[in-house]
């Protein structure tokens, strides 16, 4: 009898770890965005839109993601929007400790440095705006190469009033393809200068 016993309490506590688990899986927070991406030579690829809420007084955004060969080279992160907002970039790589096992690329100044194919990047974007954003909004984070100013991954953001619980993913990803180059209309190449002012690009904008 007390076998069962202990054996129905492990099943219970189971099922209520995975409904926990599934539950805070489907609660995205206002103030929080994940996007999984990779960096491309023709553009890269984000699965989808970052959806962030309306009236917050800080934001955080996490970008991960994988370089798709032949790319290498370093890489200007861009936040892009009007009216600009105050953040700041943060990168996981190198690690605070490095026990100098393995090679990270550098990162400084926004900018990813000396990264090559299939090696892995984790940005954090703390966006922290003076005035509260009470309106919806699109904004894109771009990076750019270096060498050649062409864009090799724009994630686009939008700020929008959310439902936080929302159990449909259609409502929580809204875009079923992933974002690259290869769904857009072809435009000119995006260019970048260190003197100049980056030129916009309206993919993804509405």
């Known amino acids: 009898m007390n076998r069962m016993k202990h054996l129905f309490i492990i099943v219970i506590t189971i099922v209520i770890t995975f409904t926990v688990c599934t539950i805070a899986a489907m609660y995205t927070p206002p103030d929080f965005g994940h996007s999984v991406t990779m960096i491309t030579n023709n553009g890269g690829i984000s699965r989808h839109p970052v959806l962030l809420g309306l009236n917050e007084a800080e934001y955080v955004l996490f970008a991960s993601g994988t370089v798709k060969a032949p790319y290498k080279g370093s890489v200007k992160v861009v936040l892009e929007g009007d009216p ?9 790589y190198p690690p605070s400790l490095n026990l ?9 100044n926004d900018t990813i440095k000396n990264i ?3 090696e892995k990047y984790a940005l954090v974007v703390y966006i922290k705006p003076k005035n509260k954003i009470d309106k919806a909004a699109n904004y894109n984070l771009r990076f750019y190469d270096l060498e050649s100013g062409n864009t090799v991954l724009s994630i686009p953001i939008k ?3 959310l439902d936080n619980f929302n159990i449909s993913k259609k409502d929580r990803r809204p875009y079923s393809k992933a974002h690259d180059s290869k769904t857009i209309s072809p435009r000119k190449k995006d260019t970048i200068s260190i003197n100049k002012s980056l030129h916009k690009v309206s993919c993804c904008e509405e």
């Open 159 to 161: 700020f929008n009033e």
């Open 84 to 92: 600009k907002i105050e953040h700041k970039i943060y990168s996981r």
């Open 100 to 108: 100098g096992i393995h090679k990270f690329h550098e990162f400084g």
């Open 116 to 118: 090559y194919p299939w």
